[in-house]
C-alpha cells in the first residue's frame, strides 16, 4: 500500500463547474500539505500550502486537511480550460525535507 | 517569489556521453535542492537530496557514481548523468527551499527532457 493515494482520474468537467481532488495518506507524521499543479513536460507549480488540519483559501482554490481522518482535499471553483493539468499532493512531516507524493489526479475541465 | 530555474530545457546526446544539468534558485537562498526523475504518466521519484557544500544523499537504488550531484553554492545545484545510455532519457526535474524554517515548502524547476540517442 503506498504511503499516499490519489485517484489517477481522468477527472473530466465542464467548465464553470467545481473540481473536487483529494489524497488519503497513512503515516500519521505528516504535518504539512502542498498542491502541486503540473502541465506536460513542465514541472510542478505549487498552489496551496497548508500546515496540520484546516481550510486556506486563495482565490478560486479552497485546500482542506483533516488530520483525523487523513484526508486532505482541493477545490477549484469556476473551473477555466487552463485548470486542465495534473494536480499532485504532496505531504512532509515537520523535522523532515523529503515529500511524499500522490500519484496525481489528470484534471480534464471542457469547454 | 520563489523561483527555481533549470537549464537545458532539452538535451538530445548520444550514448555513452555526459550530460549536466543546472538548478539554479534565483531570488532566494536554498541550503537544500532535490532532484527528481519523472517517467510519463507517473509521479515524480526522488533521486537524491543536495545540501549545500556537503555530499548529496542519495535514495535507494539511485547509482551515485551515474548521477553526480554538486552543490557548490546556496543557489546552484548541478545533476551530471554521467557515460547516458537511452535507459537514463527521462524528465529530470529540481527543486529548491528556502533554507530556514523546516516544513517549507518545495519549489520546483521546469524540468529537463533527457533523450539519449
Known amino acids: 500500500q503506498k504511503e499516499v493515494e490519489q485517484d489517477p482520474g481522468p477527472l473530466s468537467v465542464p467548465e464553470g463547474a467545481i473540481v473536487s481532488l483529494n489524497c488519503t495518506y497513512s503515516?500519521?507524521?505528516?504535518?504539512?500539505f502542498m498542491w502541486y499543479r503540473q502541465y506536460s513536460r513542465k514541472g510542478p507549480e505549487l498552489l496551496m500550502y497548508?500546515?496540520?488540519?484546516g481550510n486556506k483559501e486563495d482565490g478560486r482554490f479552497t485546500a482542506q486537511v483533516d488530520k483525523s481522518s487523513k484526508y486532505i482535499s482541493l477545490f477549484i471553483r469556476d473551473s477555466q480550460p487552463s485548470d486542465s493539468a495534473t494536480y499532485l499532493c504532496?505531504?512532509?512531516?515537520?523535522?523532515?525535507?523529503?515529500?511524499?507524493f500522490g500519484g496525481g489526479t489528470r484534471v480534464l475541465v471542457k469547454p | 517569489g520563489a523561483v527555481v530555474s533549470q537549464h537545458p530545457s532539452w538535451v538530445i546526446c548520444k550514448s555513452g556521453t555526459s550530460v549536466k544539468i543546472e538548478c539554479r534558485s534565483l531570488?532566494?537562498?536554498?541550503?537544500?535542492m532535490f532532484w527528481y526523475r519523472q517517467f510519463p504518466k507517473q509521479s515524480l521519484m526522488l533521486m537524491a537530496t543536495?545540501?549545500?557544500?556537503?555530499?548529496?544523499?542519495?535514495e535507494q537504488g539511485v547509482e551515485k557514481d551515474k548521477f553526480l550531484i554538486n552543490h557548490a553554492s546556496l543557489t546552484l545545484s548541478t545533476l551530471t548523468v554521467t557515460s547516458a545510455h537511452p535507459e537514463d532519457s527521462s524528465f529530470y526535474i529540481c527543486?529548491?527551499?528556502?533554507?530556514?524554517?523546516?516544513?517549507?515548502?518545495?519549489?520546483f524547476g521546469d524540468g529537463t527532457r533527457l533523450s539519449i540517442l
Open positions: 504532496a505531504m512532509n512531516q515537520a523535522a523532515g525535507n523529503k515529500l511524499t
Open positions: 531570488d532566494f537562498q536554498a541550503t537544500t
Open positions: 527543486s529548491a527551499r528556502s533554507s530556514g524554517i523546516a516544513g517549507q515548502p518545495q519549489h
Open positions: 497548508t500546515y496540520s488540519s
Open positions: 543536495s545540501n549545500e557544500g556537503s555530499k548529496a544523499t542519495y
Open positions: 503515516n500519521s507524521a505528516f504535518q504539512y
